[in-house]
């Protein structure tokens, strides 16, 4: 099992970036797939999941509204569309595929424990 992210830069505030995990060595479909975020000295944080194949998504309160997660089956690539970026979005963004949780038809907060492979992180750098 494999994950490849890539897609991360600078750009200034108010800019956009899409970032890019391409999946391979597994069966696609068989996990939730994710973006998390990790700035220096603070904790790793889920950012965005979707179920391959369709289904509900899932965003952190901070991105809502200004982040899209994506997918392309043929391609086992998931994206995540990042606009009207933030100071405060500045992180390594990894990739992730794992278990997901879903209540009432909505994905509950993705967490770290449950996803076991990892892409090797792209880095996003907002300037203000």
């Known amino acids: 099992v494999q994950l490849v992210d890539s897609g991360g830069g600078s750009v200034q505030a108010g800019g956009s970036l899409r970032l890019s995990c391409a999946a391979s060595?597994?069966?696609?479909?068989?996990?939730?797939m994710a973006w998390f975020r990790q700035a220096p000295g603070k904790e790793r944080e889920g950012v965005a999941a979707?179920?391959?194949?369709?289904?509900?998504?899932y965003y952190a309160g901070s991105v809502k509204g200004r982040f899209a997660i994506s997918e392309d089956r043929a391609e086992k690539t998931v994206y995540l569309q990042m606009d009207s970026l933030k100071p405060e979005d500045t992180a390594t963004y990894y990739c992730?595929?794992?278990?997901?949780?879903?209540?009432?038809?909505?994905?509950?907060?993705?967490?770290?424990?449950?996803?076991?492979?990892w892409g090797q992180g792209t880095q996003v750098t907002v300037s203000s």
């Open positions: 992730a595929a794992g278990v997901c949780t879903m209540v009432a038809g909505a994905l509950t907060p993705i967490q770290t424990k449950y996803f076991n492979t």
């Open positions: 979707l179920f391959p194949g369709g289904g509900p998504t």
């Open positions: 060595g597994y069966t696609y479909q068989s996990y939730c």
